[in-house]
Every structure is written in structure tokens, then in C-alpha cells.
């Protein structure tokens, strides 16, 4: 099956910096969904992107699927931003579960 | 949106556990994920009317529920240690994955 890995696993910023995570998928996919998940395990659906650039406020996401891997862009962090964030993929677009990578813990601090 | 029931558990090992989820409106998938601590969800199944819809590589003590109003359950037999884990389930419209939305999750712990 399709292999997920994310970098860096732990990232510490200041308040107000800016920071890439990284996604490499092992096989080509046609679903690449970012998340964040919050202290209290919420998931949260950040961008649907199986290839191309995507914007939403400060964070941008960029996926290359003929390099098989994902970008996420987070600008002018802040605390708010905390919590893991994964990347997870499916060859389909449809009904084929998601595989997550093990995530990046992002802390912002003030 | 997705809810989940209960927010958290305490079992003992060998008991047995039923987790709620109620899919957001419109939605007819249901798919429950496995989340130990400091990994990434892994997918345990999928329900589509009613019926079980892909499985990933857990046990059969593991079972689920589909109910007409596309809400589901989760039931875990013989509990083990380290079924101990973040459950979550997503609901999503049939075919179209970009529309997966994750419940708030419960928090199980097998003493």
C-alpha cells in the first residue's frame, strides 16, 4: 500500500515566523488531504489537494504528485497554530480509506 | 457536523466497548480510524448502506453498525491494552472524499 512519511516530526517556532512541512507519498495518488489536529484530537480538514496550489489565509499548500510529494506553507504563525499537523492520501478519489503520515507536532510560542 | 459519543472510556481488559458516531447530514460513509498515541490515524473500516465497505488490518473482534440514518457504531470485543487509542470517525458522501469530516473522537483506555 501507499506509504506516507512527513517532515520535520517536531517543529518549535516564535510567534509571527513562517514554516514548511513536508509530505512524500510512495505512489501516485489521486486524494492528498492536509489536516490539523487541536490539543483536544479534533481533526480538521485544512486543504483537498492532489496536485497544484491552494491558498486559505495564511497557509498555502502545494503538491507535486509527479514527485510525489505535498507542501504545507504556514506565514506569520501563531499559538493558535499548535497541534499536529498530517498529511494522508489515497490512490482514489473516492471510497479508498486514507493513510496518514505520523504528523508534524508544530508549537508556536509567544 | 460529526459527534461522537462517548468523549471518553475506561475498560479493563477482556470487556467489551461500543462507540457512537452520528454522521454529518447528508452524508451515507461512514469510516472509523484507530489513533494510538504520537502515530497517525489507521483506518479500520468503512460502512456504506449498511454494510461493511473495506477493512483495514484489524481483527475480527472489531465489528460496526450501520443504522438507517446513516449513524454508526464501533464495537470492540476482548479488549486488549493496547486497543488503548483515540477513536475517530469520518462521514463522507459516497465516491467523493473530498467531502470527509472527522468527529471529535473518544478517548479509550484498557486498564
Known amino acids: 500500500g501507499i506509504q506516507v512519511e512527513q517532515s520535520p516530526p517536531d517543529l518549535i517556532l516564535q510567534e509571527g515566523a513562517n514554516s514548511t512541512l513536508r509530505c512524500n507519498f510512495s505512489d501516485s495518488v489521486n486524494n492528498l488531504q492536509w489536516f490539523h489536529q487541536n490539543p483536544w484530537g479534533q481533526l480538521i480538514n485544512l486543504f483537498y489537494i492532489p496536485s497544484g496550489t491552494k491558498q486559505n489565509g495564511r497557509l498555502s499548500a502545494t503538491t507535486v504528485a509527479t514527485e510525489r510529494y505535498s507542501l504545507l506553507y504556514i506565514s506569520s504563525s501563531q499559538t493558535t497554530d499548535s497541534g499536529v499537523y498530517f498529511c494522508?492520501?489515497?490512490?482514489?478519489?473516492?471510497?479508498?480509506?486514507?493513510?496518514f503520515g505520523k504528523g508534524t507536532r508544530l508549537s508556536v510560542i509567544a | 457536523g460529526v459527534t461522537q459519543s462517548p468523549t471518553h472510556l475506561i475498560k479493563t481488559r477482556g470487556q467489551q466497548v461500543t462507540l457512537r458516531c452520528s454522521s454529518q447530514?447528508?452524508?451515507?460513509?461512514v469510516s472509523w480510524y484507530q489513533q494510538a498515541l504520537g502515530q497517525g490515524p489507521q483506518f479500520i473500516f468503512q460502512?456504506?448502506?449498511?454494510?461493511?465497505?473495506g477493512r483495514g488490518n484489524f481483527p475480527p473482534r472489531f465489528s460496526g453498525l450501520q443504522f438507517p440514518n446513516d449513524s454508526s457504531e464501533l464495537n470492540v470485543n476482548a479488549l486488549e491494552l493496547d486497543d488503548s487509542a483515540l477513536y475517530l470517525c469520518?462521514?463522507?458522501?459516497?465516491?467523493?472524499?473530498?467531502?470527509?469530516?472527522f468527529g471529535p473522537g473518544t478517548r479509550l483506555l484498557v486498564l
Open positions: 494522508a492520501a489515497a490512490r482514489n478519489s473516492g471510497n479508498t480509506p486514507l493513510v
Open positions: 460502512y456504506y448502506r449498511k454494510e461493511e465497505n
Open positions: 447530514s447528508g452524508h451515507n460513509t
Open positions: 469520518a462521514s463522507s458522501l459516497r465516491g467523493n472524499q473530498e467531502t470527509q469530516y
